[in-house]
């Protein structure tokens, strides 16, 4: 049978997979009918609204990029410390999880799991300091990876025309923000491209503004990306000698567990227990909906993640390589601003990730801008390789 005979039997079967989503899930899920584009698109094609999103992020140039991105250790010479696209992987397959338990839609919660760190910059959170201090000191607002990675999706990819992602999927990715500690999440509805549209405008301008998802699918990524790299950082960390598994605090071990399988699955079923989401086929109760842990167990995260950040994230074993980054940044910064000044520039092809964006865009945006997105995109290897070409030094790998 060809592909045009079968054209009509499989929009048939989106039809039926549309509504049985009105029987399967919650009815405070978000339904694939739901679903808001920037731009109308004239081709309808047979897949659900945010599994085509989760498709487009895939097939992105970004996703690509995820392969050689620093997670928190780099330049360690041991091919099972955790990189980012595993990272993203680690919350898409835990937030389904939730998900489904939860009769919420798993293609959104997928959508935003796969692209919410799209916008980090190489070498994790120390890469992102030193890009953000570099964008303020040249006249742009602080740099944050979740209103990039929404930047990338939305407005850089395919020479600048994005991807055309739904609301509900930018929202999700927009306000993930894994590092900061919440016990319970309640979704604040949304409903426009112009509230997402401000909400970046807010959060550009006050980083500290905490965004709250307009999805209870958003609630549950955003706790899943905790719950995805408390432990495994651990892990990680005993791998390297960093800390020993004795130094995890008792109480976190014995309310949590410790070690990585036992964390992911007491805060999973925790979470899964202690939400108040509502049931297939019930009425809607959106003052009480919400995506939580039990008051215990919430305490014992919040203790393991402080111990993360000063045993793990803050030790010096883990920054003996940061000064020499942050040296390239600041001089990689500044050589590309001065090629796109130069008219007259023979090291055009320095910057080919900007030259594959459409040239109005290229000529309407401040350089600033534009090498903040070109370094934004780079993978570490990408980065360090080009820092060496202007005769940064770069460190060793341990």
Not at 4 to 18: C, E, G, Q, Y
Not at 138 to 145: E, T
Not at 286 to 314: C, H, M, P, Q, R
Request: charged fraction near 25%; aromatic fraction near 8%; proline fraction near 4%.
């Amino acid at each position: 049978m060809s592909g045009h005979d079968t054209t009509p039997s499989l929009f048939a079967l989106l039809d039926i997979l549309n509504r049985d989503e009105k029987n399967r899930y919650s009815p405070s899920a978000t339904f694939s009918t739901e679903a808001l584009r920037r731009n109308d698109e004239r081709l309808q094609g047979h897949r659900q609204s945010f599994a085509l999103d989760a498709d487009r992020i895939l097939h992105s140039k970004a996703y690509t990029r995820y392969i050689d991105k620093t997670q928190v250790f780099f330049l360690v010479d041991n091919d099972h410390i955790t990189h980012r696209v595993l990272h993203v992987q680690l919350v898409s397959r835990i937030a389904r999880t939730i998900g489904r338990f939860l009769f919420l839609n798993e293609d959104l919660i997928e959508a935003i799991a796969l692209g919410h760190d799209i916008g980090h910059p190489p070498f994790g959170h120390d890469g992102e300091k030193f890009l953000s201090d570099l964008c303020v000191a040249h006249g742009l607002p602080p740099f944050q990876h979740n209103i990039q990675s929404v930047r990338f999706l939305d407005f850089l990819e395919k020479k600048g025309a994005g991807w055309n992602l739904t609301l509900q999927t930018l929202d999700g990715i927009l306000c993930h923000d894994g590092e900061s500690h919440s016990r319970f999440l309640m979704p604040c509805k949304g409903f426009s491209f112009k509230e997402l549209d401000q909400k970046i405008s807010t959060k550009e301008n006050d980083p500290s503004f905490n965004l709250t998802p307009m999805t209870l699918e958003g609630c549950v990524v955003r706790l899943a990306d905790t719950i995805a790299y408390i432990g495994r950082d651990i892990e990680d960390a005993i791998i390297l000698g960093i800390i020993k598994r004795s130094d995890i605090p008792k109480d976190c071990r014995q309310i949590l567990g410790e070690t990585n399988g036992s964390i992911v699955y007491t805060l999973v079923t925790d979470l899964i227990a202690n939400s108040c989401v509502s049931p297939p086929g019930s009425f809607p109760s959106s003052e009480t909906d919400a995506i939580g842990f039990s008051e215990g167990v919430a305490g014992a995260l919040k203790k393991l993640k402080d111990f993360n950040f000063t045993n793990i994230y803050l030790n010096p074993l883990t920054k003996q390589a940061t000064p020499f980054i942050k040296d390239c940044y600041e001089k990689l910064f500044l050589f590309c601003i001065k090629c796109l000044q130069n008219t007259d520039n023979h090291q055009s092809s320095f910057m080919d990730l900007i030259a594959d964006k459409d040239s109005v865009q290229r000529t309407i945006r401040k350089p600033e801008a534009l090498v903040r997105d070109y370094i934004a995109g780079m993978t570490d290897d990408y980065f360090l390789k080009k820092a060496a070409a202007i005769g940064c030094t770069i460190p060793k790998r341990q």
